[in-house]
């Protein structure tokens, strides 16, 4: 019994300085950053309306302003269908006639599991049979990618946003066949354009998610929130994606990689509108705004979709602080074409 406790000790030791040089290693600078990256914004409608924001305006501002060339539009299903097989596309056809106006690219998210908060985004009709959903989500899909596979702004599909983040979010649960099928659909119906699929930088492994897509997506947050730890910073370098990138490369044969949300905002204890700005800007300010953007780089994925511009604009307009809309706007002079 004292050999079997000594060798247990010995592993244990062994075990410790593996995970002690593994937290060293992903915690070196990293490569130096990337000079060619080009970054891109998330915009959500919805969320611009919660923050109490003409959405339009704010939309506007993003592209005309801090001059957004790269956007990724949700498709919210509970928005365009709210009743049954009646579909309103207008509100993300003039989000997309405006990018193209301007030159921009669109990358139009699907499904319904999308950007911002409760994740799935389903009609109240569709919530409580979940045969009825499943069917009604391919024929919101369907009706969906047709009505945007001959526009030239739009450039991939996203499907779903995150699906294996299982944990968070309100929504149904993962079905792996079901959004297996999801993204046949969309490649039978748009061979042409990649399909994107999404998981989280701090949260798994990659995998599932990386060899069902054309091109993977990962999020990438530095500072969050909860209850218990307060804000916490996660302590992980560059280096940390790096080492999953090989690791998938190896495992999925992927080879094409970006950043699909870069924090850009802050992670708060509640509503961002009724949190002070002091604790908000613990999270996210200026200058950290410009480190997350560098650590990003040094990643070296070259596409880096921000997450936050509607907040830059509610800070500006609301609360007169311009300091993040035009910081964010330098860093898209540079790095933005």
Not at 44 to 71: I, K, M, N, P, Q
Not at 243 to 249: A, I, P, S, Y
Not at 314 to 322: A, Q, R, T
């Amino acid at each position: 019994m004292r050999k079997l406790g000594h060798l247990f000790l010995r592993i244990l030791l062994v075990l410790f300085f593996v995970v002690l040089l593994f937290f060293a290693y992903v915690n070196l600078p990293g490569p130096a950053p990337r000079e060619d990256v080009h970054l891109g914004m998330t915009f959500s409608s919805r969320y611009a309306e919660d923050l109490g924001l003409d959405w339009r305006e704010t939309y506007l501002a993003l592209l005309d302003d801090v001059s957004v060339r790269r956007l990724r539009l949700p498709a919210y299903w509970d928005m365009i269908e709210s009743r049954e097989g009646e579909y309103d596309f207008s509100q993300l056809d003039w989000q997309i006639e405006e990018a193209r106006a301007r030159n921009g690219e669109v990358i139009v998210v699907v499904g319904q599991r999308l950007p911002r908060w409760p994740e799935c985004h389903i009609p109240a009709w569709a919530k409580e049979d979940e045969k009825k959903r499943k069917a009604a989500l391919l024929r919101m899909i369907d009706t969906t990618v047709r009505h945007y596979q001959e526009n030239p702004a739009v450039i991939a599909w996203q499907v779903e946003n995150e699906p294996f983040l299982t944990f968070f979010g309100e929504c149904p649960p993962l079905d792996v066949d079901f959004l297996e099928s999801e993204i046949a659909l969309v490649k039978a119906l748009d061979p042409a354009r990649p399909v994107i699929v999404t998981d989280s930088g701090e949260l798994s492994l990659w995998v599932r998610a990386a060899k069902r897509a054309d091109i993977f997506g990962t999020t990438l947050y530095r500072i969050i929130y909860k209850p218990i730890l307060g804000h916490f910073t996660y302590p992980l370098g560059p280096n940390f994606f790096l080492v999953k990138e090989w690791m998938v490369r190896a495992f999925t044969g992927q080879e094409h990689f970006m950043v699909v949300e870069l924090q850009a905002e802050p992670w708060t204890s509640g509503w961002v509108v009724g949190v002070p700005l002091e604790e908000q800007f613990i999270g996210m300010d200026e200058k950290k705004l410009i480190e997350n953007v560098d650590y990003a780089r040094r990643v070296g994925f070259q596409d880096i979709y921000l997450w936050g511009g509607e907040w830059w604009y509610w800070l500006k307009v609301e609360k007169d602080y311009p300091a993040l809309w035009e910081t964010g706007k330098e860093l898209f002079r540079q790095y933005g074409k």
